[in-house]
């Protein structure tokens, strides 16, 4: 399971799997009774052509571009379309290979690209039923494979979008979750390193928190992160600020284009609109331009845990 979660979540060794199994969808025409020897000859050559795009995206891996899979996308377009015309009017075997294409662009492209190749995929197929071998209903042919493939790609855009929310969502607060946070620091980072800007960061971890857990029940404490996130991210919300659960009770807050002031202010912000007896501690730090993320996030933590041991020694 895992290794096919590596594979589905790398567009290069996805291509690589979907090629391989193209070239083996059409070897296997070798087993059926209505390809002449003709059609075979023609099919070898693409066959083995796919076996070679696989190895090129296998091999390549991470180093290739984005616009390469749109390249193999049309590419694998124009090649089930041309091993169906030369099939009999058994072509529609190799016509369901338009399929794959929409499963991979769903899985990998934006919606807009994914109903790009559906409808080019569509109209291909038309223009294959037209002038190619003759079907016994062609519109029904039609149908059934392009209708076929538009359900697929919509079905597999619900699932991808599910899953990437479900990736970088905190189920419990709607806030980005620690993988989003860790995503988003190094891009603000590099933003902040080009650009020459402040970026400042805070760290936040409730008082007491396990004493509510203990005396009220889960349940409370559950509805209290779920309030004081829903006050916070109407503090942040826009001009790039960006709030996330860590975990537990410890959320983070990035300030982009914010110095120390800055960020105090907008910790400020968040006290004011906190639900009422809330107890929590916040630790601001400014990146300096040079430090790592890791070390960015240890220094924040630090100021945290010194404004707690303050807390905890004025009761």
Not at 177 to 189: G, K, T
Not at 201 to 226: E, Q, S, T, V, W
Not at 268 to 294: F, H, N, Q
Request: charged share 20%; glycine share 10%.
């Amino acid at each position: 399971m895992a290794r096919a979660q590596a594979v589905l979540s790398d567009p290069a060794k996805a291509a690589a799997g979907f090629w391989v199994a193209a070239a083996a969808a059409l070897l296997s025409v070798v087993f059926t009774g209505h390809w002449t020897h003709d059609t075979l000859v023609h099919l070898m050559p693409p066959a083995g052509l796919c076996l070679i795009v696989s190895g090129v995206n296998f091999f390549a891996g991470e180093r290739m571009p984005h616009w390469a899979f749109h390249i193999g996308a049309v590419a694998a377009t124009a090649m089930v379309t041309v091993g169906a015309a030369v099939g009999s009017s058994g072509h529609v075997d190799l016509a369901v290979l338009y399929i794959w294409i929409v499963i991979y662009a769903a899985l990998f492209f934006s919606p807009m690209a994914t109903l790009a190749y559906v409808a080019a995929i569509g109209a291909a197929y038309a223009v294959l039923l037209g002038v190619g071998p003759a079907v016994v209903n062609p519109v029904a042919t039609w149908l059934a494979i392009c209708g076929t493939g538009a359900v697929a790609g919509a079905a597999v855009l619900g699932l991808v979008s599910v899953l990437r929310s479900d990736a970088r969502e905190d189920p419990l607060t709607g806030l980005a979750n620690r993988r989003s946070w860790d995503e988003r620091l190094e891009e603000e980072m590099e933003r902040a390193r080009r650009a020459g800007t402040a970026l400042s960061l805070a760290m936040i971890d409730l008082d007491d928190f396990k004493a509510i857990n203990d005396n009220h029940g889960h349940k409370a404490g559950d509805l209290l992160l779920r309030e004081l996130s829903a006050a916070w991210q109407g503090v942040v919300r826009g001009g790039g600020d960006f709030l996330a659960r860590l975990g537990g009770d410890e959320f983070g807050l990035l300030a982009p284009g914010s110095d120390a002031t800055g960020a105090r202010r907008l910790a400020k912000r968040l006290d004011e609109v906190a639900p009422e007896g809330v107890a929590y501690s916040i630790g601001v730090t400014t990146w300096d331009g040079k430090e790592t993320a890791g070390d960015l996030l240890h220094r924040a933590d630090q100021a945290m845990y010194r404004v707690k041991l303050e807390h905890r020694g004025s009761r």
